[in-house]
Structures are given as structure tokens and as C-alpha cells.
Nanobody, 113 residues
Framework: QVQVVESGGGLAQPGGSLRLSCAASGGSFSIYRWYRQAPGKQREFVATISSSGYISYADSVKGRFTISGDGARNTVYLQMNSLKPEDTAIYYC?????????WGQGTQVTVSS
């Protein structure tokens, strides 16, 4: 059974930092993606990393967020620096096994003074 669990969300001040973690179990995963969904908005792509080393970011987080992975632990991280109030959202981790997508339950990130 595949499980995806995010952690590390919380409250940060503008300009602050948070690090999110995503741990997957139940398979061997070659790609991970972070998405986020703010209140009243659609879920949007944030960043992706693959086992081949491919990394990509949404324009809105480039230069501020860094995605990295620990293949041995099936865990990926999202280091978020220079946080802005508009980064406030529930952050979801997504991975794929075969043709099926798996999602975590999400972790809340709130950026406010």
C-alpha cells in the first residue's frame, strides 16, 4: 500500500523559512512533485524532482524554494526561503507509481506577521 506523508508546515513570518518533508512508502518512486492550494484558488504546481536529477520550479518560487531528495529514504524536501504572504497555502506532495498518482494529506503553511 502506497502512503505519502507530508510534514514541516507551520507559521512563518514574511522573509522567513520553512522546510517541508514528503515521505513515501510502498514502492519505488521516480518522480515527486509539490503542489499548493490557497483558499479559494486552484491547486498549483510548485516544484518537481526526478530520480534522474531533473528539477523544475514554478516561476513564482524560483530562486526562493529548493527541492531535494533522499532516494535511500524515499523522501523529498522543499526548502522555502524568503517566504511571502502569498505563499500561504496547503502544500501537497505527489508521486507516481506506474500509471497511478498518489497524494499526501497536505501540510498547512501560513506566512504572516
Amino acid at each position: 500500500q502506497v502512503q505519502v506523508v507530508e510534514s514541516g508546515g507551520g507559521l512563518a513570518q514574511p522573509g522567513g523559512s520553512l522546510r517541508l518533508s514528503c515521505a513515501a512508502s510502498g514502492g519505488s518512486f521516480s518522480i515527486y512533485r509539490w503542489y499548493r492550494q490557497a483558499p479559494g484558488k486552484q491547486r498549483e504546481f510548485v516544484a518537481t524532482i526526478s530520480s534522474s536529477g531533473y528539477i523544475s520550479y514554478a516561476d513564482s518560487v524560483k530562486g526562493r524554494f529548493t527541492i531535494s531528495g533522499d532516494g535511500a529514504r524515499n523522501t523529498v524536501y522543499l526548502q522555502m526561503n524568503s517566504l511571502k504572504p502569498e505563499d500561504t497555502a496547503i502544500y501537497y506532495c505527489n508521486t507516481r507509481l506506474g500509471f497511478l498518482d498518489y497524494w499526501g494529506q497536505g501540510t498547512q503553511v501560513t506566512v504572516s506577521s
